[in-house]
């Protein structure tokens, strides 16, 4: 099919183009292949922005010789997938995934097959990353495990030994977990608040060398990215405000201050009940701590496993102090870095837990 002229063609829809430093780069997400294009190929995307046959190509403007380098470059394109034939093989897999992809949109699809391993994809040992570290720790020292504000106000927090446990059997508080959407007035004990956050993203072991940190969830490399921010509605002894949570210190640290019910849910993609919890807890991921030791885009996926993991730490916790909890991603994400202070180019909002004393 590719190498016939009279095949009608079109631009792929699995790849992406962009410019990079003045070059034009073709992505193709599907088959992990970068493309640097030369200067003045551009018309022919733009001519095969809809199916035409190949040897239409001369029906473009332009004298013989220009056509003549324009019918080169789509031949190149075709062999290397840039361009697509009708009916080939990857013509059905590309119409496929639109397909399966189309409520989601291409950019969905296009985040997902880049960060699909393929067949030949090579992976490093346990040994081969321990010389990747050592060789990254003698150019740079590895990023902090977490944030620390130091001009802020603190509070302290009592040890998790001083909570009150309704459930301590796991099987148990695994079946009881459930997502509560209604809160009583009655604010959260601090002791449970306190609790809840040392044992869910508390430190439980460091590598001040590497930076590579241990808790009760497991993350990538144990690199945990992972943020936690409070805002704390009604905490007993806490003063209503946004705090950002210090794992290595166990305290909350005040970076702003508070929002009315109804900012809090429209925050939360309006979602009023959002505004009766007791606590709020946002969980953010600071791409540095990860990108220092993965460079491979898959990595984006590993965020989202650890929130996931957390969130369901979080999840039986609050069941086991007989909290209720549910957590949601439906966020207006600029509000909330707004309400956080992050920056959206280095530190990505990934989800919220809304906590609260049970009617």
């Given at each position: ?8 063609v ?15 780069v ?13 200067e ?7 001519w ?11 029906d473009?403007a ?6 003549a ?20 093989e ?15 949109g291409r ?11 393929l ?5 490093k ?13 003698e ?17 302290d927090?009592p040890?998790?030994?001083?909570a009150?446990w ?5 099987v148990?508080?695994?079946y009881q ?7 009583a007035?009655?604010p ?15 430190i ?11 808790k ?6 144990g ?10 509605r009604?905490?007993?002894g806490v003063e ?8 290595g210190k166990?305290t909350l ?8 019910d ?6 939360v993609?309006?979602?009023?009940w ?5 606590m709020?807890v946002?969980f953010?991921?600071v ?14 996926r ?7 993991h ?50």
């Amino acid at each position: 099919m590719g190498n016939d002229s009279t095949a009608r063609v079109r631009v792929s829809s699995c790849g992406i183009s962009y410019w990079n430093s003045g070059q034009l780069v073709w992505d193709d997400t599907v088959r992990h292949r970068r493309f640097a294009l030369t200067e003045g190929t551009e018309p022919v995307l733009r001519w095969f922005s809809e199916w035409k046959p190949l040897e239409s190509i001369s029906d473009m403007a332009g004298e013989p010789a220009r056509l003549a380098r324009y019918a080169k470059v789509a031949r190149i394109f075709l062999d290397n997938d840039i361009l697509v034939a009708e009916g080939s093989e990857r013509h059905r897999f590309e119409e496929s995934t639109d397909a399966a992809w189309r409520p989601w949109g291409r950019l969905a699809s296009a985040f997902h097959f880049s960060t699909r391993s393929l067949a030949d994809g090579m992976f490093k040992s346990d040994d081969e990353y321990h010389v990747l570290l050592e060789g990254k720790l003698e150019k740079q020292p590895a990023p902090c495990a977490h944030h620390t504000f130091a001009d802020a106000d603190v509070v302290d927090l009592p040890d998790r030994s001083a909570a009150t446990w309704q459930e301590r059997d796991l099987v148990e508080v695994l079946y009881q977990r459930r997502s509560d959407r209604k809160f009583a007035e009655t604010p959260i004990p601090l002791t449970s608040a306190a609790a809840l956050l040392q044992i869910a993203v508390g430190i439980v072991a460091k590598d001040e060398r590497t930076q590579t940190v241990f808790k009760t969830s497991p993350s990538g490399g144990g690199r945990h990215p992972t943020e936690v921010y409070v805002y704390a509605r009604a905490i007993e002894g806490v003063e209503p405000g946004t705090y950002h949570y210090n794992p290595g210190k166990h305290t909350l640290e005040r970076i702003g201050g508070t929002r009315t019910d109804d900012e809090l849910g429209t925050i939360v993609g309006d979602q009023p009940w959002v505004g009766t919890a007791g606590m709020l807890v946002f969980f953010t991921c600071v791409l540095a701590r990860s990108m220092w030791r993965y460079h491979a885009p898959r990595t984006y996926r590993l965020l989202h496993m650890d929130i996931g993991h957390v969130s369901q730490t979080v999840y039986l916790l609050a069941t086991s102090l007989g909290l209720g909890v549910t957590f949601t991603s439906a966020m207006r994400d600029e509000l909330v870095e707004d309400l956080l202070g992050v920056r959206a180019s280095h530190e990505v909002v990934m989800g919220c837990a809304a906590i609260g004393t049970r009617p």
